[in-house]
C-alpha cells in the first residue's frame, strides 16, 4: 500500500515529511562532458511536440440562493467523491484590537460540537463514513471544508450545515482549544520560519490588521471568552457573506437540492464594513531575532505592495515572478545556482483584499548571512534599474500559459480558480482569457510597474539565526543599523518588537 | 439555539448512536487503474495508464536504489546523486533539464526515498516525446564533474540545515530510526550526514551512477492523454538503445535481527515540547501483516475518533499532538506512535498512556465498528490518491516497484476488505510485545544529539 498511513493531529505534518529534493532551473555554464556509460549517444537536438490538443477551461456554474450564498457547482465523475467547501469573507484581518486570535480559535471551535452532536459525535460520524472535515481562517477568510465518498453527500451538507449555523462553543471545549493553541504558540514561538514570517509581516504592514498575529498571543488567547466567539460567529457567518462549492462526482440538480434543503433555511445578516487601515509607507528597518542554536538563517526581505483588485495586479505579478517564482527564478539562479548559499530561494507577491507586500526568502548558513542578504537586494535594485530581458519574459510568460492545462486537472483546482475570482470580486469571465492575460504584459511595462512600485532603499529585513556570527558582517553590506532581539523576547504587539514585561510563568 | 431535529432523532443521539445517518455499509469502491506492462530487452519496465480527461502527460522514472543501498560512510549518496542527475547530460546543458520543462508549462523534480528515487516531469500532452528524450539522455550519458559535484554539495548540505537540523522537531524522524535499527540501513537518514556528505568522491558517483542507473533498475510510468501506439514507439526510439547492464545490480543490504529485549533511550533536544516515541518492529510492505497492523494504524490515530488522538489529545490534553505511523518499506521496518508532551504534563503519564494503547490492541483488538471505519478510511485514501495522473503514476510504481507485483495497485483494496477483528488482535499479540519495543523520551535543553555529524 502507497499510502502512509500517518494522521498528523495538529500542525506537525512537517515532522512525517519524506526527504523531497527540489530541482530548479539554473544557469547554463559550458563544460565538456566526460566520457559518458553509453558511448555512441547520438548528439541531438529536442524532439518536436506533437499536436497540441486546444485546451478550455472545465465547465462550471455558479447559483445564487435566496438568502445569499454564492454557489460554485463543478461536475467531475473520475472519483466517486465530493469536496464540499465553504468560505465566509472574514478572518485574522477582523480580530478586534487585542483579541487576536478571534477568527482562528472561532474556526478551530466550530467542528466541536454544533447543532445536538458534541464534538466527538461530529467525529465519529465524519471519521466513521471515511471523510474528511476541517476548518480553519486566514487573512480575509474563515473556512469549512469536507471530503466524502458520493454516496455521503448528504451527511457531509448536513453536518457542514451544523458546524457553519449553528456551533455550540461549549465552554469546556473552548478551554481545550484554547490550551492547544497556547501550547502550539509556544512551538511556533521557537520556529524560526514561523518567527521571521511574522516579524516580517508586522514590520510591512505594521499595525494594520494584516500585519497583526493571526494565530493570537498568550495574553489574547488566553481573555477571548465564550461571548466572543458566539459575537464573531453571528456577525459573519452570514450566507450573504459566504462562498460554497460542491466539487465532484454529483451532478448540478442533486447538488442543488442538497444545498437548498440544508443551507436554504441559514438567515442573512447585516455583515460589519471592515474599517480601512491604511498600510504605512515602507521604511527601511533591519530586525535581527537572534537564536542561539540556530545553525541557519531565516532571511526575510520585502515591503508593502498592492491588494488583489490593482489594475496593474498582473505585470506586477510578472515581475516578482522574474525576480522569485517558478519558471525563470533570478534569486534562485544567483543564491542557489551560482553561490551555492542556500538549498532554496524565492520571491512572492502577498495581495490580500486591502493591501499586499512583496517578500523575498531564504535560508542560509549562519556565516554566509550577510552575503546572502546583499544579493537579496541587489535583485530588487536590479529590478527596479534595469528593463526585464525579452527572452526572461518570454520564459515567465511560456511556463504560465503552457502550465494554464495543469492547472484545470482535478476538480479542486477548477473550483479554486473559481472561488477565488468571485471572492476577489474579480471577473469570472476572465477565467478562460487567462492566456491572453499573460501575455498582454511587455518588457516595457514590467520596467513601469518596477521603478514605482520596487523600493530597494526602502526594505525591511528580518534576519532570525544566531546573531554573533553574523552582525558584525552587516555594515559591510550596508545594514549596520539594526535592532537585535533574543527571540523568547520577540513580543509582535510592541513596536519595537521587545517584550516590556517578563515572560509570564506557564 | 435553533433545533430543528426531531424528537426522535434526540432520543437516538442520547443512546450514543449515529449509525443510522450512515449509508455506507461497505467501503465504496474505488474505479480499477487500467494499465499496461511491457519490458524492454534491456530490462527497462514501462507502464502506460491513459487517461485524456485532460490534455496533460505525466512521465516517473523510478531508479530502484535508495538510502538502504547506501554503505556505512557513504549515507546521503542515493539522494545526493539525485542531485547530480539534473547537471547536465550529453544533449542537455547543466541545470537545464528543469528550466527545458518549465519553458513549455511543465513541472519537473525528484525525490529519494529508503528504497527508491523518483524523477517526475507533468507536462503539456505534446511535449511527451522531450520528457523521454531527457530522461533517457540522463539515463545514459549524464555528465559527473568535480566542479559541479563540489557546489552541489553544498547546496544538499544547506538542504539538510533546513529540513533536519534548524526547524524544531526536525531531528525527529532521524533519532528514532537511528536508535530502532541496529544494522539495517533504514537506521541512516535519506539525507545523510554532514560527515559522509564531505568524504564523498568522485569516484564514489560515477561508480554509483554505473552500478544503479541502468536500465533493468528503472520503471518508467506513464500516464496521462497520450496514443498507445505513438508511446510504445516513442519508448523504443529513446530508451532501447541504453544496454543492459553487465553486472546484476547488488542487493546486498543488512537484515535486521529481531530484538530480544526493550530498549530504552533518553535524549536532550533544544525543543520547545518534550517528545515521546513508543516504536516496535513491523513487517515489510505487502507481507500478510502488514494489512492488519494497516488496520490498526488507522484505529490508532486517523482522524478525531481515532483512539490515541481522543485519549492523548481530546479527553487527557496530555499532548500537543500525537501520531501514530506505520512506515512500511520494502524491507522490515518500525510501527510508531509519537507524542508532543504538553506544557505541565508529564512523559511518564505519556508514555503510559501511549503504551496503554498498545496493551489494549493486544488484550481486545479492536471492534467492528472500528474494523468498519478503517475500511471506509482506506476507500477514501485510495480513491483520493488517484485524483490526479502523477498520483496514480505514484501508486503504479510503487505496485511495480516495492512490491514486485503490479496487480496489488488494485488488489490490496480487497486484501484490507478481508481482514477481520481477529487478524488484527493476533498480529497486535505477535508484535506489540515489549522484547521489540523502543520507548524513546526527547526532554528540551542540553545540547545537540551527536548522532549525525
Known amino acids: 500500500m502507497r499510502l502512509k498511513a500517518i494522521a498528523t493531529l495538529g500542525v506537525f505534518s512537517a515532522l512525517t515529511a519524506l526527504v523531497a529534493a527540489q530541482a530548479v532551473p539554473g544557469l547554463a555554464f559550458q563544460q565538456a562532458a566526460p566520457g559518458a556509460r553509453v558511448s555512441n549517444w547520438p548528439r541531438e537536438s529536442p524532439p518536436r511536440p506533437l499536436p497540441a490538443h486546444s485546451v478550455t477551461f472545465p465547465p462550471y456554474e455558479i447559483r445564487k440562493l435566496a438568502n445569499g450564498l454564492q454557489v460554485v457547482l463543478v461536475n467531475h465523475n473520475e472519483q466517486p467523491s465530493v469536496s464540499v467547501r465553504l468560505i465566509v469573507r472574514a478572518g485574522a484581518a477582523q480580530d478586534p484590537k487585542d483579541q487576536y486570535g478571534l477568527a482562528m480559535l472561532t474556526a478551530t471551535l466550530l467542528d466541536q460540537g454544533a447543532g445536538n452532536r458534541s464534538a466527538g459525535q461530529i467525529a465519529d460520524t465524519i471519521d466513521f463514513i471515511g471523510g474528511m472535515l476541517g476548518t480553519g481562517a486566514g487573512s480575509d477568510l474563515s473556512f469549512v471544508n469536507a471530503v466524502v465518498m458520493k454516496d455521503s453527500y448528504d451527511v457531509a451538507l448536513e453536518l457542514m450545515a451544523d458546524v457553519v449555523q449553528r456551533p455550540t462553543f461549549a465552554q469546556d471545549e473552548i478551554e481545550r482549544q484554547r490550551q492547544q493553541a497556547l501550547s502550539a504558540l509556544k512551538v511556533s514561538t521557537d520556529d524560526p520560519e514561523a518567527v521571521a514570517g511574522q516579524v516580517i509581516d508586522r514590520l510591512i504592514y505594521g499595525f494594520h490588521p494584516y500585519g497583526m498575529p493571526g494565530a493570537g498571543t498568550t495574553s489574547s488567547l488566553a481573555a477571548l471568552t465564550r461571548a466572543d466567539f458566539v459575537d464573531f460567529h453571528k456577525k459573519y457567518f452570514v450566507p450573504n457573506n459566504a462562498l460554497l462549492a460542491v466539487v465532484g462526482d454529483i451532478g448540478a440538480a442533486e447538488a442543488m437540492a442538497g444545498i437548498e434543503k440544508f443551507f436554504g433555511g441559514w438567515k442573512p445578516g447585516d455583515v460589519p464594513a471592515q474599517s480601512v487601515t491604511e498600510a504605512p509607507q515602507a521604511t527601511k528597518r533591519v530586525i535581527v531575532i537572534d537564536k542561539k542554536d540556530a545553525v541557519q538563517t531565516e532571511i526575510r526581505v520585502g515591503h508593502i505592495a498592492i491588494p488583489r483588485k490593482h489594475n496593474d495586479y498582473e505585470a506586477i505579478d510578472q515581475a516578482v515572478k522574474i525576480l522569485g517564482g ?99 470580486e474579480l471577473p469570472v469571465e476572465d477565467l478562460p482569457k487567462y492566456r491572453e492575460r499573460v501575455l498582454r504584459v511587455t518588457p516595457d511595462e514590467i520596467q513601469r510597474v518596477a521603478r514605482w512600485f520596487i523600493r530597494p532603499a526602502q526594505l525591511s529585513v528580518v534576519l532570525v539565526g544566531n546573531a554573533d556570527e553574523f552582525v558584525n558582517d552587516l555594515k559591510g553590506v550596508g545594514f549596520g543599523d539594526y535592532e537585535r532581539i533574543p527571540i523568547e523576547n520577540v513580543d509582535l504587539l510592541s513596536v519595537d518588537f521587545q517584550r516590556r514585561a517578563p515572560a509570564r510563568p506557564e | 439555539m435553533m433545533r430543528r431535529l426531531s424528537i426522535a432523532f434526540l432520543a437516538l443521539v442520547a443512546l450514543g448512536t449515529v449509525l443510522w445517518l450512515v449509508p455506507l455499509q461497505a467501503a465504496i469502491r474505488p474505479p480499477k487503474l487500467e494499465y499496461q506492462r511491457l519490458v524492454l530487452p534491456n530490462g527497462m519496465v514501462v507502464v502506460l495508464h491513459q487517461d485524456k480527461s485532460t490534455p496533460i502527460v505525466h512521465v516517473e522514472l523510478w531508479y530502484h536504489v535508495g538510502s538502504k543501498n547506501e554503505k556505512p560512510g557513504r549515507t546521503g549518496f542515493a539522494h545526493f546523486f539525485e542531485h547530480m542527475m539534473f547537471k547536465g547530460s550529453k544533449n542537455v546543458d547543466p541545470e537545464q533539464h528543469t528550466s527545458i520543462i518549465a519553458s513549455v508549462g511543465g513541472q519537473a523534480n525528484a525525490y529519494t526515498n529508503e528504497d527508491t528515487t523518483v524523477f517526475w516531469q507533468t507536462i503539456p500532452a505534446q511535449y511527451l516525446p522531450l520528457a523521454l528524450w531527457m530522461e533517457a539522455d540522463r539515463m545514459a550519458t549524464l555528465r559527473i564533474d568535480e566542479k559541479p559535484f563540489v557546489a552541489e554539495r553544498e547546496v544538499v548540505k544547506e538542504e539538510r540545515r533546513m529540513r533536519i537540523e534548524n526547524p524544531p522537531f526536525g531531528l525527529l524522524n532521524e533519532l528514532i530510526t537511528f536508535h530502532a535499527f541496529d544494522v539495517h540501513p533504514y537506521k541512516h537518514p535519506v539525507i545523510g550526514s554532514m560527515n559522509d556528505l564531505n568524504a564523498a568522491t568522485i569516484d564514489d558517483v560515477r561508480d554509483f551512477y554505473n552500478t544503479y542507473y541502468v536500465p533493468d533498475n528503472a520503471t518508467l510510468l506513464i500516464a496521462g492523454d497520450f496514443e498507445t501506439d505513438n508511446v510504445v514507439s516513442l519508448v523504443n526510439q529513446y530508451f532501447a538503445r541504453i544496454p543492459k547492464s553487465s553486472t546484476p545490480v547488488p542487493r546486498d543490504i543488512p537484515k535486521e535481527p529481531m530484538h530480544t529485549k526493550e530498549r530504552r533511550v533518553n535524549l536532550e533536544q533544544p525543543w520547545p ?178 548522532v549525525a555529524k
Do not use: W
Request: charged share 25%; aromatic share 10%; net charge negative.
Open chain 1, 326 to 424: 517558478e519558471g525563470a527564478n533570478r534569486l534562485q539562479q544567483v543564491l542557489r545556482s551560482q553561490r551555492q548559499l542556500t538549498y532554496g530561494a524565492s520571491a512572492d507577491l502577498d495581495t490580500y483584499k486591502l493591501a499586499g507586500a512583496v517578500i523575498a526568502e531564504t535560508d542560509t548558513q549562519t556565516s554566509k548571512t550577510a552575503e546572502a542578504l546583499r544579493v537579496i537586494v541587489d535583485e530588487f535594485s536590479r529590478l527596479q534599474r534595469e528593463r526585464v530581458y525579452d527572452d526572461e519574459l518570454a520564459g515567465a510568460q511560456d511556463y504560465m500559459v503552457g502550465h494554464f492545462p495543469l492547472t484545470i486537472e482535478v476538480p479542486d483546482a477548477i473550483a479554486t480558480q473559481v472561488l477565488n475570482q468571485l471572492f476577489y
Open chain 2, 273 to 450: 515540547l518534550p517528545a515521546v516515541v513508543v516504536a516496535y518492529q513491523a513487517p515489510y510492505n505487502g507481507h500478510p501483516d502488514s494489512y492488519p497492523m494497516f488496520v490498526m494504524s488507522k484505529t490508532l490515530s486517523d482522524g478525531q475518533t481515532s483512539r490515541i488522538y481522543r485519549k492523548l489529545v481530546y479527553e487527557t490534553g496530555l499532548a500537543l499532538t500525537a501520531f501514530g505511523s506505520s512506515s512500511f518499506q520494502e524491507d522490515p521496518g518500525i510501527f510508531y506512535a509519537v507524542a508532543l508532551v504538553n506544557p505541565g504534563k508529564s512523559p511518564d503519564e505519556v508514555e503510559k498512556a501511549l503504551i496503554a494503547e498498545f496493551d489494549k490492541l493486544k488484550a481486545d483488538g479492536i471492534t467492528d465498528r472500528e474494523l468498519q471505519r478503517a475500511k471506509n478510511q482506506f476507500s477514501r485514501d485510495y480513491i483520493l490518491s488517484r485524483l490526479s495522473i502523477k498520483e496514480k503514476a505514484s501508486q503504479m510504481g510503487h505496485a511495480e516497484v516495492i512490491q514486485k507485483d503490479m496487480a496489488t495497485a488494485d488488489g490490496e483494496f480487497d486484501t484490507f476488505l478481508k481482514v477481520t477483528t481477529d487478524d488484527v488482535k493476533r498480529a497486535a499479540r505477535q508484535y506489540f510485545i515489549p522484547e521489540r519495543r523502543m520507548v524513546m523520551r526527547i526532554m528540551p535543553k542540553g545540547g545537540v544529539e551527536e
